[in-house]
């Protein structure tokens, strides 16, 4: 098999997962990416000299990178530093009320009784183990299927799992669901926010998302150095299997020749003749034929809805006057209204709802000095418009308002010009092309939504699909597993299970 030449295209969470799992089964493996390092979403850029995490901070789902490093021959303690979050996020509201959850579910309970009585700490018991229910109904038939069906999801789930699924009612929004578990409208508010999890809007959402609080009550992790120390190792792991690594270069065409891919075309001017691809981009550059015309058919021709995107601010300053954890929310009172302006106006909401990772936080007392935080906004995935909304003054007004929604939470930010680096929809536009800064590939809005993304296997042959545009869906840990099961198709493929039979785990995951 070592013959078989792959090229991985794209360096983001999922790529690194297929690099190794290819590279350790005895592939040759290029990587090529544009940026200087690994990481794609999974940014850490300097700002006033300290490496700041920039995209996704929150690790869950442990179990999905325990069957990768273990697959590799080694463990997730052996390699990384990981703590254990015991509070899981501090949230703020504009009226001067906080909730904090906690990793021990009786702490929750508990602290919910405190902020909203003890009727509201008995919904929230009842949501919980309903969250619960849906996840492991949906983990095995959906989450780690190579290519779920509603059809074939349905046979799958059983009794027990139908029956979960007919009361929540999936074809209710989550907001709609959420109003039948709760009554105080700030916990409707704070559960609500994990639609955008996936780039997606509460009131369009499926019902079945509030799997997430599970998520999340299964633990929340920091890395030691981040998260881009989780990209960093995966790149590590899979060079050390013999993958070959190409930064700053871009992918400028995937060349199909006879039906199927021959090679890719690098902006350097190389061409590296390629038996197989994984593509680790958003499908959106495929439809939209950036890669080659030919590219365009491998992915379903109508776009979707594009998902969320995010106004960010990188900042390395002091902080005063609030007791911040490492992952804060801050909210407005009027929640629908930044829905509405996103994704029906296409401007930045009016009043946003401020996401906060104090990332010197949560394992002690508050670092002396200056800190390093990434503030984030939702905002509309129009970066690539000529004629966007998203103008300097819109963006100003909408950091003024972000900032003052702190401030009147008690968090004074005291930051110079050198220590903010600003990242807008037009700065993630052009960081992925044809996203028009979109985040998380299309909108999950409507329970058929979560059928209509690609799978892995795409229909140009030796072509695989992987990233958070394609299933099983975006966040690190769902990138994470569509690289494997890019992997495990790729490895099942005629040319390759014809020399080297290969056994297969339940979702198309190939065994070491």
Known sequence: MAEHQVVVVGA???GLVSALELARQGLQVTVVEAADAPGGKIRQPRVDGAPIDSGPTVFTMRWVFD????????TLEAELGLNALPILARHFWSDGSSLDLYADPQRSLDAVADFAGAQEARRFARFCATAREVYQALEGPYIRAAAPSALGLSGQLGTRGLATLARIGPMRSLWDSLGHHFQDPRLRQLFARYATYCGSSPWQAPATLMLIAQVELDG??????????????????????GARFHYGVRCEKIEVQGGRVQAVHLADGQRLHADSVVFNGDTAALRGGLLGQALRTAVPAKAPQRSLSALTWSIHAPTQGLALDRHNVFFQADYASEFREIFDGGRLPSRPTVYVCAQDRGSGDAPLGAE?????????????????????????QCQTTSFQLMRQCGLQIQAQDHQVLRTTPQDFARLF?????????????????AFARPGARSPIPGLYLAGGSVHPGPGVPMAALSGRQAAAALMASPALTRRSPRAATSGGISTP
């Not at 069957?67 to 021959?73: Q, S, T």
């Not at 920091?222 to 790149?235: E, I, P, Y």
């Not at 390093?372 to 963006?395: F, W």
Request: proline share 4%.
């Open 372 to 396: 390093r935080l990434l503030c984030l906004v939702n905002a509309p995935a129009n970066g690539d418009q000529a004629h966007s909304p998203l103008t300097e003054e819109a963006l100003e």
């Open 67 to 74: 069957e990768i490093f273990a697959a590799a021959g080694t």
């Open 433 to 449: 092309p044809a996203t028009g800064g979109a985040l998380y590939g299309q909108a999950t809005h409507g329970w058929m939504s």
């Open 12 to 14: 983001g969470m999922a």
């Open 220 to 241: 929340v992790w920091s890395v030691q150095g981040g998260m881009h120390a989780l990209a960093r190792k995966l790149a590590d792991l899979a060079q050390a299997r």
